[in-house]
């Protein structure tokens, strides 16, 4: 069982920057591969970014890309989201989700966290 909480999120300006963290439960947090997914007002969810449980390899949605870095510390049993440069349409509630397999069908999910970028 891996119990996830999410923290950091906020009100911020367009063009500012937040760091969003995500503390897991449990000893086995290395084996897992952690994601930041978000959903937008009367949208689906959509993923973010990801970094995997071994290597720690990362890939990020085209729209956040070169913007957003995820990155993990095994001994904290914490995943990070750095975001900048944020834009308006970035405003949305944002999961962390753990898995290990594939994240589409993650077994572990935060309660969210709300990102809210002023125009």
């Known amino acids: 069982q891996v119990q996830l909480v999410e923290s950091g999120g906020g009100l911020v300006q367009a063009g500012g920057s937040l760091r969003l963290s995500c503390a897991a439960s449990g000893r086995t947090f290395s084996g897992y591969n952690m994601g930041w997914f978000r959903r937008a007002p009367g949208k689906e969810r959509d993923f973010v970014a990801a970094?995997?449980?071994?290597?720690?390899?990362?890939s990020y949605a085209d729209s956040v890309k070169d913007r957003f870095t995820i990155s993990r510390d095994n001994a904290k049993n914490t995943v990070y989201l750095q975001m900048n440069s944020l834009k308006f349409e970035d405003t949305a509630v944002y999961y962390c989700?753990?898995?290990?397999?594939?994240?589409?069908?993650?077994?572990?999910w935060g309660q969210g966290t709300q990102v809210t970028v002023s125009s």
């Open positions: 989700a753990a898995s290990r397999g594939s994240l589409i069908s993650a077994s572990y």
């Open positions: 970094i995997s449980a071994s290597v720690g390899s990362t």
